[in-house]
């Protein structure tokens, strides 16, 4: 049985998408304007379509998998299931007002006209806030709509903040933080929970560095304090006498805290290395 994956045709998260499955071992070709693609290693197509479309096509059983922004999810709010969180595309779904705007808090958008191209989930964060507001649903160009005066505020996405900046936008308050998903249909196959265990392995091996250094014996005690590895590191004597050499895993955004530590306590060679993929 063939698994469909649908994925991004153009977009911030389309070329992320697209190396994550490569990374996991998937091989295969694209093209522009190609729609669907197969698998050369394994049984699954991939559906090449609009990241809004993602989720109703996977609810539907379309797709049995599919990989998408959580907003887009929580917009259409559809029953699906989130296998794994993919740590690219991060974003946040933020309100914002212009900066001449009397609006400083969460209670002062009470009764305003908020633009948005997610009109369902500013509604439901606001009225879980108790807080009536006005969606002004819209397409495209959400940040004009207070030049417009067609809205007093807006609930947008954001990624560096420098769109709402140049257009003259103060940002308020978080709707919601967005990153890409890995989302499935339920009843999954096996071919389906083979690719979310890849997906969870290249995700996780991406956090992480592999270390290796040459340290002498009685140093090994302090080498496993300032790096223990997932379990313990693993230690290999060295044809030197009293010198043994060390191979851990550490966490990416650590490595340039534990680098002059473990130089400082006798460490050389150190080598540090991508991980292709990691199961904890």
Same mark, same amino acid.
């Given at each position: 049985?063939?698994?469909?994956?649908?994925?991004?045709?153009?977009?911030?998260?389309?070329?992320? /998408?697209?190396? =994550?499955?490569?990374?996991?071992?998937?091989?295969?070709?694209?093209? *522009?304007?190609?729609?669907?693609?197969?698998?050369?290693?394994?049984?699954?197509?991939? =559906?090449?379509?609009?990241?809004?479309?993602?989720?109703?096509?996977?609810?539907?059983?379309?797709?049995?998998? %599919?990989?998408? %922004?959580?907003?887009? &999810?929580?917009?259409?709010?559809?029953?699906?299931?989130?296998?794994?969180?993919?740590?690219?595309?991060?974003?946040?779904?933020?309100?914002?007002?212009?900066?001449?705007?009397?609006?400083?808090?969460?209670?002062?958008?009470?009764?305003?006209?908020?633009?948005?191209?997610?009109?369902?989930?500013?509604?439901?964060?606001?009225? *879980?806030?108790? @807080?009536?507001?006005?969606?002004?649903?819209?397409?495209?160009?959400?940040?004009?709509?207070?030049?417009?005066?067609?809205?007093?505020?807006?609930?947008?996405?954001?990624?560096?903040?420098?769109?709402?900046?140049?257009?003259?936008?103060? #940002?308020?308050?978080? &709707?919601?933080?967005?990153?890409?998903?890995?989302?499935?249909?339920?009843?999954?196959?096996?071919?389906?929970?083979? @690719?979310?265990? $890849?997906?969870?392995? +290249?995700?996780? /091996?991406?956090?992480?560095?592999?270390?290796? $250094?040459?340290?002498?014996?009685?140093?090994?005690?302090?080498?496993?304090?300032? @790096?223990?590895?997932?379990?313990?590191?693993?230690? +290999? #004597?060295?044809?030197?006498?009293?010198?043994?050499?060390?191979?851990?895993?550490?966490?990416?955004? *650590?490595?340039?805290?534990? =680098? #002059?530590?473990?130089?400082?306590? %006798?460490?050389?060679?150190?080598?540090?290395?991508?991980?292709?993929?990691? @199961?904890?």
């Amino acid at each position: 049985m063939t698994v469909r994956l649908a994925l991004p045709n153009k977009g911030r998260l389309e070329q992320p /998408a697209i190396d =994550l499955l490569r990374q996991s071992g998937m091989s295969f070709e694209t093209a *522009d304007r190609t729609l669907a693609v197969p698998v050369r290693n394994m049984p699954v197509e991939l =559906l090449f379509v609009r990241a809004d479309d993602i989720p109703e096509l996977v609810a539907d059983g379309v797709a049995e998998l %599919g990989i998408t %922004g959580r907003d887009l &999810v929580e917009e259409v709010g559809l029953q699906v299931e989130v296998l794994t969180a993919l740590g690219f595309g991060r974003c946040r779904l933020t309100a914002a007002v212009p900066e001449r705007s009397p609006i400083t808090n969460l209670e002062a958008f009470t009764g305003a006209r908020v633009a948005t191209s997610h009109p369902r989930t500013a509604q439901r964060f606001f009225d *879980d806030k108790g @807080i009536a507001i006005t969606p002004v649903p819209l397409h495209g160009s959400v940040e004009v709509a207070p030049k417009l005066d067609v809205a007093d505020a807006i609930v947008d996405l954001v990624s560096s903040g420098s769109t709402m900046m140049i257009n003259g936008l103060r #940002p308020v308050v978080t &709707v919601l933080e967005s990153e890409a998903l890995l989302i499935g249909s339920g009843g999954r196959s096996s071919v389906a929970g083979s @690719i979310a265990t $890849m997906a969870q392995a +290249v995700v996780a /091996a991406r956090r992480k560095r592999y270390m290796l $250094m040459n340290a002498p014996a009685d140093r090994v005690a302090e080498i496993e304090r300032i @790096i223990p590895g997932i379990e313990a590191p693993s230690v +290999v #004597p060295l044809a030197h006498n009293g010198m043994v050499a060390v191979h851990s895993v550490v966490d990416a955004d *650590d490595v340039w805290q534990v =680098l #002059p530590e473990l130089e400082g306590i %006798g460490a050389s060679g150190i080598l540090v290395l991508p991980i292709q993929q990691m @199961i904890p």
